[in-house]
């Protein structure tokens, strides 16, 4: 696959940052300039989102993460902490498996163990109909707003629409079909690194039985679950969400 897009920023040791779905590395454009003071911090676009939106997705979970690793590969960085949001959270749980040596600590935000995602605000085959009829334009723009407790009035929900609408749409079938594939239940006890589960309390796209099956299933994981938050945790509550993983990478 050719090179993904990327940002990168700050020297220090490696931190990944991997985005969900309909997301891009400029999601990640307040941790990058509080976390690069002190880590090398790097934010892929996944193939067909953001700036790599050219590039034609895979359609499984692993198909992603090898991108990752790929891409990691080709900046020589051998050893790094790895974050991933909702989907990108199931593709650095799927990165932990091929590479478990690799991952000095991991943060699943927003996410959880099964990609047919019990409890979401609506099922994957209603997602899959809606995109086709209405296109991935107002997709982004519709899904972005269940990302925020105060939808499309809140901050970060024109950035979410704006990067969303970058998606191909084989990218966003294709991520719809991954999910549907995918389960990472059984490797949840061979995570040996230290794991760090953050959840907004009103995420409506993974329901608590996610984030509760990842904390419960990962040895010795820790929790952190933020109030007055949604999905978007990193947005809505930027101090907050910084403070959290600043406290855990340290």
């Known amino acids: 696959m050719p090179n993904l897009s990327f940002t990168r920023c700050g020297s220090g040791p490696a931190l990944v940052l991997v985005h969900g779905y309909l997301g891009a590395s400029a999601v990640w454009a307040d941790q990058v300039t509080h976390f690069s003071a002190t880590h090398d911090v790097i934010c892929p676009d996944l193939p067909g989102f953001g700036e790599s939106a050219h590039l034609t997705a895979p359609d499984s979970i692993e198909g992603h993460a090898q991108a990752v690793l790929d891409l990691l590969d080709d900046l020589h960085v051998a050893t790094f902490a790895l974050l991933g949001h909702s989907m990108g959270g199931m593709i650095v749980q799927a990165m932990v498996k091929l590479a478990p040596h690799r991952i000095k600590k991991l943060v699943l935000y927003g996410t959880g163990p099964l990609g047919v995602l019990p409890g979401r605000f609506e099922t994957i085959a209603t997602s899959r109909a809606r995109l086709m009829a209405e296109g ?53 006890a061979q995570i040996a690194c230290p794991t760090l589960v953050l959840w907004g309390s009103h995420d409506k796209s993974y329901a608590w039985s996610q984030p509760e099956a990842l904390w419960r299933g990962i040895p010795g994981a820790d929790l952190a679950v933020v109030p007055n938050a949604a999905h978007n945790v990193h947005l809505e509550k930027p101090l907050i969400f910084n403070e959290i993983l600043a406290d855990f990478l340290a």
Do not use: M, P
């Open 136 to 188: 991935v334009a107002a997709t982004a723009r519709r899904i972005a707003a269940t990302w925020f407790l105060q939808g499309e009035q809140a901050e970060g929900y024109a950035l979410c629409a704006a990067v969303g609408q970058k998606t191909s749409q084989q990218a966003a079938l294709a991520s719809l079909n991954a999910w549907e594939h995918w389960d990472g239940r059984s490797n949840l």
